[in-house]
Nanobody, 126 residues
Framework: QVQLVESGGGLVQAGGSLRLSCAAS????????MAWFRQAPGKEREFVAA????????LYADSVKGRFAVSRDNAKNTAYLQMNSLKPEDTAVYFC???????????????????WGQGTQVTVSS
């Protein structure tokens, strides 16, 4: 059974940083792309960032480009989301997901991922 467990969320002041982790188990981690999505109260889930199985390709939402960095360590079966210069509008529950979207053009599609974590809360105070 595939499991994804996020950690690293919390409360931070605007301008601060957080590093989210997503630990995966249940199938060969290095065979699958990884992505981060977020959902704020009253809003739909939105794409944040994605990284290919090898780490060689990444994609970011325009709203986080230049502030967030996605990475992975296939030896540790873990993906990361480094979040810098956080803003109050980054407040949301952050989810990691895994799957084979079928190419960079599909990274942002939530339906392209077959397993999801339970989410971790990130709150940015002004």
């Amino acid at each position: 059974q595939v499991q994804l467990v996020e950690s690293g969320g919390g409360l931070v002041q605007a301008g601060g940083s957080l590093r989210l982790s997503c630990a995966a188990s249940g199938r060969p981690f290095s065979n699958y792309d990884m992505a981060w999505f977020r959902q704020a109260p009253g809003k739909e889930r939105e794409f944040v960032a994605a990284i290919s199985w090898s780490g060689g390709s990444t994609l970011y939402a325009d709203s986080v480009k230049g502030r967030f960095a996605v990475s992975r360590d296939n030896a540790k079966n873990t993906a990361y989301l480094q979040m810098n210069s956080l803003k109050p509008e980054d407040t949301a529950v952050y989810f990691c997901a895994t799957g084979i979207p079928g190419g960079r053009n599909y990274y942002a599609r939530a339906g392209a991922y077959d397993y999801w974590g339970q989410g971790t809360q990130v709150t940015v105070s002004s």
